[in-house]
């Protein structure tokens, strides 16, 4: 009998399951994300994939499961939602104001370059902790790690007992220097179990031992904020999974593109914002080999958000400073940048009278307004469907049958009658939506030195085959991949990621280093490697765990830092002049050809190791989608286009599709969860289960800013 492995992705709209088989056989199905309570939307998807296995029921499939791995928004939504627990912030006193005083950059952290420019646009992002809620405890740590006052204990205990009276949820606990010596944090916790054990607690030198006060106490805050909500999470997902017959253990998708246990997650939920989104990067990062080019931008449009990531090289690119809600994180992060559009995005007018198109979402529930769910307000979808890029015959996701006429209804209100036609204002949100996406493509490109040009472009999601091509000919893109199974790409891209755990600390040195230094260097990496081994060691063999190790380098006098892998062990000759040369090797590839001032003296700022060992994948699952396919029957309708108006275009099933298979645009394809549009002027061909579409008349509607 085959073992099953079975991935799946929360999204704001739709909660996709994979399941591949140990013989390769892969489905992949959806169902209706439940927002309130997200296991229910998991387990719904779940039913719907032991279906379209052709098992008798959902424990069949959970027993037969080998491994399940999931990847949830609950912590990016008490983020966006701000929902989280009550925080309180414990610190050394005197720097109580820290974190509301932040840094400079803070009013901009995040924002577009467009916002940037605008000063009256600047604003500190709303505090998660109120300042009645932060405590300064007497105690001090110098930075050699050497105790200069002693821990107050009966304070903290004090503290404790008042903070959980005042109903305190959760807290953060980041002193002065605890990541040279952690002895007073460590014991504020033992405190607390004594005092107050149903506390969630997070301390700075676990969450982010690395050096800058401000980004230590943030990752440790937003860590105890999210924190509440994940446990109770998991728990309830674990629980309710098992009930209903699953046996194997639950994998969780983290920022970094890894897998791990729920007992990681609980004690460090920072790790898993923006998780899914990274699962496609890693995805797209396994299939560049067989791309036209191993530059990728990745994009992946859902029902609710757009995300971008990079793959340079092969290699999905981290975020060395990743931000969210204007805080600036210490984590290691797959580059995703993300903006308010997908198919579900509503168009509405502004008191101008100018059209816009989200950042406002219809999300699950209602929907779309041809989703007859009780929508009423035109989205993307909505305007796909009015010009003619969806099939009112062909059931959407998860069996959704779209009404045309209440589509049409909902478009006709945006602009009124007397402005646009349903169709004329449907075209308006459609070209809006699309250089929106492009917008954002453009901003992780050439903002950061790169040239679009030089990139293939892949687009997953349930709705990013049909944006594919018209946002690669904004930014300059000659060459668009549909990834295998796009419609449910990050639920497949999570089964070819590893199970991860990730240590650092810091370690600032001159380059050259001393032998001292070079010495100090070599234990702490040695020691930071076995620290891994063990964790991972827990759930596997550890003589299988791969190690990576990494520094974190930059120029002397720079703020900005890049992670370079080590070159070769501190004590090895020419050590120094190995590290010096990857970095600048990597400062070129990151900010052009002639940016690195090679005569500047470089320095080491942190040490890291990052364990993988496989999380249980054999055969990729990148195959054939098997079952029944539900796409329109091969034809011909008229299709909108921009600059050609309603033109007749080919439908093909995109399940009838073969090796070699290639034809010329304008044409539709509908595939199982997605619907690919080939524009006139493009060439679609058919290999190694993608769909590649070609720019060929030379031609772009946008040009290269």
């Not at 050096?211 to 994940?230: H, Q, W």
């Not at 080590?566 to 002049?577: H, W």
Request: hydrophobic content about 40%.
């Amino acid at each position: 009998m085959d073992e099953y492995r079975v991935g799946v992705d929360v999204g704001g709209t739709f909660t996709d399951c994979v399941v591949v088989s140990d013989s390769g056989a892969t489905w992949a199905v959806k169902a209706r994300t439940t927002p309130e309570d997200q296991s229910g939307g998991v387990l719904d998807s779940v039913v719907a994939a032991a279906q379209a296995v052709g098992l008798p029921d959902v424990g069949s499939l959970l027993a037969a499961c080998r491994t399940f791995v999931h990847g949830s928004t609950v912590a990016t939504n008490v983020m966006v939602t701000r929902r989280g627990a009550r925080t309180a912030l414990l610190t050394t006193r005197g720097h109580e104001d820290a974190i509301r005083i932040g840094r400079g950059r803070q009013r901009v952290a995040g924002l577009p370059e467009s916002r940037v420019t605008h000063v009256t646009h600047h604003a500190k992002p709303r505090p998660l902790v109120a300042p009645t809620d932060v405590v300064g405890l007497r105690e001090r740590i110098d930075a050699d790690g050497t105790v200069l006052v002693a821990l107050d204990e009966k304070q903290v205990r004090a503290t404790f007992e008042a903070l959980v009276d005042s109903g305190v949820e959760a807290l953060a606990v980041c002193l002065l220097w605890s990541i040279t010596n952690p002895v007073h944090e460590r014991r504020v916790r033992e405190i607390a179990a004594e005092v107050a054990p149903d506390l969630y607690i997070s301390l700075s030198s676990e969450v982010a031992p690395v050096l800058g006060e401000y980004e230590r106490t943030t990752s440790t805050v937003v860590n105890s904020y999210v924190g509440p909500a994940v446990a109770r999470y998991l728990t309830s997902l674990e629980e309710r999974l098992g009930r209903a017959g699953l046996r194997s253990s639950i994998l969780y998708t983290q920022a970094d593109g890894g897998l791990a246990a729920a007992e990681s997650v609980i004690a460090r939920p920072l790790s898993i914002l923006d998780s899914g989104p990274a699962a496609g990067v890693l995805g797209v990062a396994s299939l560049a080999a067989e791309m036209t080019r191993q530059n990728v931008l990745c994009a992946d449009v859902g029902g609710t958000t757009f995300d971008v990531g990079v793959v340079n090289g092969g290699t999905a690119e981290q975020d060395a400073y990743p931000v969210v809600d204007q805080y600036e994180l210490r984590l290691p992060k797959v580059l995703i940048k993300s903006i308010g559009a997908g198919g579900g995005s509503i168009a509405w007018t502004d008191g101008r009278g100018v059209l816009r198109v989200g950042p406002q979402s219809a999300g699950a529930v209602p929907g779309p307004a041809c989703y007859g769910n009780g929508g009423t307000q035109p989205t993307v979808t909505d305007a796909y469907l009015a010009l003619g890029h969806l099939d009112p015959e062909t059931p959407l996701a998860s069996g959704i049958r779209p009404d045309m006429a209440a589509a049409r209804a909902a478009l006709s209100t945006v602009l009124g009658p007397e402005r646009a036609t349903p169709e004329e204002a449907a075209a308006a949100i459609v070209r809006i939506a699309e250089n929106q996406m492009a917008d954002l493509l453009h901003r992780v490109t050439m903002e950061r030195g790169l040239d679009p040009r030089d990139f293939t472009l892949a687009v997953y999601g349930g709705a990013g085959p049909l944006f594919g091509a018209a946002i690669a000919n904004i930014i300059g893109i000659d060459t668009v991949h549909v990834v295998p199974h796009s419609g449910a790409f990050s639920a497949l891209g999570m089964l070819q990621t590893d199970l991860t755990w990730t240590a650092e600390e810091s370690f600032v040195a001159r380059v050259p280093m001393d032998p001292a230094r070079r010495t100090e260097l070599g234990d702490r990496v040695s020691a930071l490697r076995e620290q891994v081994t063990g964790v991972l060691g827990r759930h596997g063999n550890a003589t299988d765990v791969r190690l990576r190790t990494s520094v974190g380098v930059r120029f002397a006098l720079q703020a900005h830092h890049l992670d370079v892998e080590l070159p070769g062990e501190p004590g090895d000759d020419g050590f120094d002049e190995l590290v010096r040369s990857a970095f600048v090797a990597r400062y070129r590839q990151t900010y052009g050809r002639n940016s690195a001032y090679e005569p500047a003296p470089v320095e080491v700022v942190y040490v890291r190791v990052v364990g993988s060992v496989g999380g249980g994948r054999s055969g990729h699952g990148f195959g054939a989608t098997t079952g029944e396919s539900t796409a329109a029957a091969p034809g011909e309708r008229c299709v909108h286009f921009p600059g050609h108006g309603f033109t007749p275009a080919r439908i093909l099933d995109g399940a009838a599709l073969v090796e070699g298979t290639g034809f010329d645009g304008p044409a539709i394809v509908h595939g199982a969860g997605e619907t690919t549009t080939v524009p006139p002027g493009w060439h679609a061909g058919y290999t190694a289960g993608q769909l590649v579409l070609t720019r060929c008349d030379g031609t772009t509607n946008g040009s290269v800013r």
